[in-house]
């Protein structure tokens, strides 16, 4: 069993709960705290993602799985891990630096397990699609509903993405087709479980994209969402369509995008079509984003560390088999999943 684990970012809103959750369910774990600052306990380690040199108390500790919850542009982690032959578990990559990071990790030899575990929450939206489906060979269209609450819990780094990305063209897919969309456009009407009703949900880009489609091949994929106040939701898209994101600085988008909340509900929606199924499977985490996530990572911090896998990349979903993952979900208090089809 592998148990000297690393949180760099650990002092962050989401690396915090991960250290909570982690401890918790499993006690015997010797969990390490990677931050810039020092710290007061011999866990806590200076470690700067944009520092390398900070990285040798990674081996000198003998870090067995090394959780990256900071986001790492430069790569300088998933390098370090490669050479050291070091687990890896990276939930911060936004969809143009996971597929460099995963165009860089097939370029190299790789003698441990890279989990790039960057899809929405943590990468449980293609394990839930993943533990519905019997094969993810025979679905045609996934569609992502999210439901994002501005009071809800979110660190800094959060608010990194969407500031540097919403003037960005990404892309969706149709019928295998990359299709370039912007963000906060194209309207569709969802109507929310949990009470929350129909809304408009608007273009949103999340690694699931790229995920479900280049490396699952599902032919259609598309993710909307919409925020708890529909005014913010139709002045985000208002913004887009008369380009002021264009002029803003990148100081001033994340001053929008930098949600100061303590707190909310997180609920997203799965629609599945297959040739002859429809389902739909909506989660919602009454602890909010930062909680789900935390449980993601640790959820999969868990599978690494007590089942053998070869060495390679993975992405997260693909760690677990049949049901597990949903019913380690299932099982958390603060979490309501509803399936229907
Ligand atoms: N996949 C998902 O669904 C999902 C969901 C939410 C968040 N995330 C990602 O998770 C990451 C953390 O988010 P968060 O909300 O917890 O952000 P956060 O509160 O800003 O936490 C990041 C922490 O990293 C540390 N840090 C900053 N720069 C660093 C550096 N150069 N080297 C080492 N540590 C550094 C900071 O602590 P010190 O000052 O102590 O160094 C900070 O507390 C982000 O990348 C975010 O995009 C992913």
Redesign the pocket.
């Known amino acids: 069993m592998k148990s000297n684990i690393l949180i760099?970012?650990?002092?962050?809103?989401?690396?915090?709960?991960i250290d909570r959750i982690l401890r918790k369910r499993n006690p015997h774990y010797n969990i390490f705290i990677?931050?810039?600052?020092q710290?007061g306990s011999k866990n806590d380690l200076v470690?700067?993602?944009?520092?390398p040199q900070?990285f040798q108390a990674i081996v000198e500790k003998k870090i067995d799985i090394v959780i990256?919850?900071?986001?790492?542009i430069d790569e300088n982690v998933l390098r370090f891990v490669i050479e050291n032959q070091i687990d890896y578990i990276d939930?911060?990559?936004?969809t143009p630096d996971l597929m460099k990071a995963c165009d860089f990790a097939e370029t190299q030899k790789i003698n441990s397990r890279i989990v790039f575990?960057?899809?929405?929450?943590?990468?449980?939206v293609s394990g839930l699609v993943n533990s519905v489906s019997d094969s993810i060979k025979n679905i045609r269209a996934v569609d992502l509903f999210v439901y994002y609450s501005v009071n809800d819990?979110?660190?800094?780094?959060?608010?990194?993405?969407m500031a540097e990305n919403v003037a960005k063209p990404f892309v969706n897919y149709k019928n295998n087709q990359p299709v370039s969309v912007k963000h906060f456009l194209d309207a569709e009407a969802f109507n929310f479980s949990f009470g929350i009703g129909k809304r408009q949900a608007y273009n949103f880009d999340?690694?699931d994209l790229y995920i479900l489609n280049r490396i699952e091949n599902i032919p259609n994929v598309s993710v909307k969402m919409t925020y708890n106040s529909k005014f913010i939701t139709w002045l985000l898209g208002a913004f887009q369509k008369v380009r002021l994101y264009n002029i803003l600085s990148i100081k001033e988008r994340k001053m929008i995008f930098g949600s100061r909340g303590n707190g909310d509900q997180s609920v997203f929606e799965i629609v599945i079509k297959s040739d002859n199924q429809h389902k739909k499977i909506s989660l919602q985490s009454l602890k909010g984003?930062?909680e789900?996530?935390a449980l993601?990572a640790v959820l999969h911090t868990e599978q690494l560390s007590n089942n053998h896998y070869e060495n390679k990349v993975y992405f997260s979903h693909q760690l677990y088999k049949g049901s597990a993952l949903i019913e380690s979900l299932k099982n958390y208090k603060s979490i309501n999943i509803k399936i229907t089809e």
């Open positions: 760099i970012g650990g002092n962050g809103i989401v690396g915090k709960t990677g931050s810039r600052k710290g470690i700067d993602v944009t520092k900070t990256l919850s900071v986001n790492d939930i911060t990559k936004p575990s960057s899809g929405w929450m943590g990468g449980i819990l979110a660190g800094e780094s959060s608010a990194h993405f999340v690694p984003q930062a789900l996530t993601s």
